[in-house]
């Protein structure tokens, strides 16, 4: 899946970048988004290095990285920040990441922190232009310690990380949720095992049911819209994960 004009409406883009392929770096599909106001643009989770050139090729069409605004990084994971250092040498953009993991990312080859932001854990509203603002929500624990959401108000999407992430097999691809009881077993496993626990899956689910949701797209898989957006909040605001699950050290229950 690459290209997918997401929201269009005068002035602003939101889109689907790029999904890397299976193999890609020996790890899962993750998805690359840019957000666009006029020309000013922002990259969401640019992923690792070896997807690196296909990701730039994909931005190319849409704009330069000159006009890059901001680099937000949900968390701290290889797949989101792997090729960041690549990132800074064709942009002179900030990058936006949780406080807490500021003091990490130097360890992937980044020589100075000078452009790097943190974003306090309540999270902030980050204006790039006059009229183009989104929304950096925290989604700790989910399954970073210190992972942020980004809402955009604009396009009513909000990109949710490793929240809503799911493991598809290699022989099938479908851009979008339309039927969560069928997609279900593809995030099941996923979020019971790297979620950390359902007190931070209520508060999560709380807090993004206030804003007005028309999509949510994860950093793996498909984007849910419609009714899935309803029913993936319903459903993982009653999960039981992680500690929820265990009963010994290295042991879950089933649930």
């Not at 990259?43 to 296909?54: A, E, I, K, S, T």
């Not at 943190?118 to 992972?147: I, N």
């Not at 309803?230 to 929820?244: K, M, N, S, V």
Request: aromatic letters at 10%; one cysteine or more; charged letters at 20%.
């Amino acid at each position: 899946m690459r290209n997918i004009t997401l929201h269009r409406s005068n002035t602003h883009k939101f889109i689907l970048l790029n999904e890397s392929e299976p193999g890609d770096e020996g790890g899962v599909r993750s998805n690359q988004y840019l957000v666009m106001e006029g020309d000013s643009a922002v990259l969401l989770d640019p992923g690792g290095f070896g997807v690196m050139p296909r990701v730039l090729a994909e931005l190319l069409r849409h704009t330069s990285p000159d006009n890059l605004k901001a680099i937000m990084l949900s968390h701290q994971d290889p797949d989101i920040v792997g090729g960041i250092s690549t990132w800074l040498e064709l942009t002179q953009a900030p990058v936006y990441v949780s406080r807490i993991w500021l003091r990490f990312l130097p360890h992937y080859g980044i020589k100075t922190m000078e452009r790097f932001i943190g974003v306090p854990d309540e999270g902030m509203t980050c204006t790039l232009e006059p009229g183009f603002d989104l929304q950096l929500l925290p989604a700790h624990f989910l399954h970073s310690e210190g992972q942020i959401n980004v809402y955009d108000p604009a396009a009513r999407i909000l990109f949710s990380g490793d929240i809503g992430a799911a493991m598809l097999p290699d022989d099938l691809d479908y851009p979008f949720v339309d039927d969560f009881s069928q997609h279900l077993p593809y995030v099941e496993w996923f979020h019971r095992r790297y979620m950390c626990g359902n007190r931070a899956a209520r508060l999560w689910v709380d807090m993004v049911s206030k804003l007005d949701i028309q999509m949510i797209a994860p950093q793996h898989g498909p984007i849910y819209r419609g009714q899935s957006v309803r029913d993936f909040l319903a459903w993982f605001r009653e999960l039981e994960c992680g500690i929820d699950l265990m009963t010994a050290p290295g042991i879950f229950r089933s649930a």
